[in-house]
């Protein structure tokens, strides 16, 4: 990839099975985009938790382990930035019906934190409706090597 | 790698020392348990040494406030001691630095129960 090359290239795209181990192998393949990418240390640990986040929430809540479902990911690579979309075939969900986690009331939870988690380690978290159902959820993670921002904390 | 949980008596303060991950599945899980079973056995005073722990999901911070919550209701305290800066962040993210009290130096936290 020069490094004029804007457009993104699709360098992974997998059907994954319902599994822990499916949250193993989106996990590595996203480190190894990060580190291709030349991404600082701290980055490349962070994006690689943003997209592990991502895709338990797949798994878990998606798809709920079940073993006729699957989830679709990919990774696309360009010269500015990292793209992974990962898409299950669960019920569906309403992202803006969650619960605060970073509210008083809520902070003795138990779960409710992964996609404050995800969007505090990536430049752009979009999760919307599948086509077809289920639901994609699309992390963005820009590339300027060399440089770690501080991860993104709520107020 | 998943976690390997050892504890030790100190005092009256039971020291659980964590090494590896504490993620979805097997971490979690003997997290929740080591926690139940002490607070079993009625050792409320439990300070968790986090000092070789690399990796916390979500789900291992949520087991980590579930035990927080179980020492407390049986009267105890939870506490944690020696995070690293990664562990140090996601507590930071997810505003459980107001809940946990965290201490950097052992003899502090064993300390701090006495108090």
């Not at chain 1, 798809?63 to 990774?75: D, G, L, P, Q, S």
């Not at chain 1, 075939?89 to 409710?112: M, R, T, Y």
């Amino acid at each position: 990839m020069s490094a004029g090359d804007q457009s993104p290239k699709l360098v992974t795209d997998l059907v994954l099975a319902s599994s822990l181990d499916s949250v193993d192998t989106a996990e590595n393949r996203a480190v190894a985009a990060a580190e291709r990418a030349g991404l600082p240390e701290e980055d490349v640990f962070r994006f690689g938790y943003a997209v592990r986040e991502a895709m338990v929430n797949a798994v878990v809540h998606g798809n709920r382990y079940n073993a006729n479902k699957t989830v679709a990911f990919r990774i696309w690579e360009s010269a500015t930035s990292i793209e992974v979309m990962i898409k299950d075939q669960g019920d569906g969900f309403n992202a803006a019906s969650l619960a605060d986690p970073l509210a008083e009331e809520n902070l003795l939870c138990q779960s409710g934190r992964g996609l404050t988690l995800i969007r505090a380690f990536v430049d752009e978290l979009r999760v919307m409706p599948a086509d077809g159902g289920g639901t994609a959820a699309i992390l963005r993670k820009n590339v300027k090597a060399g440089t770690t921002a501080p991860p993104k904390v709520s107020e | 790698m998943s976690v390997e949980l050892h504890t030790r008596q100190v005092g009256d303060v039971t020291v659980i020392d964590a090494k590896g991950r504490i993620t979805l599945g097997e971490g979690s899980s003997d997290f929740r348990d080591t926690i139940k079973g002490l607070v079993a056995k009625g050792q409320k005073n439990v300070l968790v040494n986090l000092a070789e722990i690399n990796y916390i999901d979500s789900s291992g911070i949520g087991e980590m406030v579930s035990g927080f919550t179980t020492v407390a209701n049986a009267g105890g305290k939870l506490k944690l001691l020696s995070l690293t800066k990664r562990i140090q962040d996601l507590l930071q993210i997810t505003k459980l630095y107001t809940v946990f009290e965290v201490y950097d130096d052992e003899a502090a936290g064993l300390a701090s129960f006495q108090k």
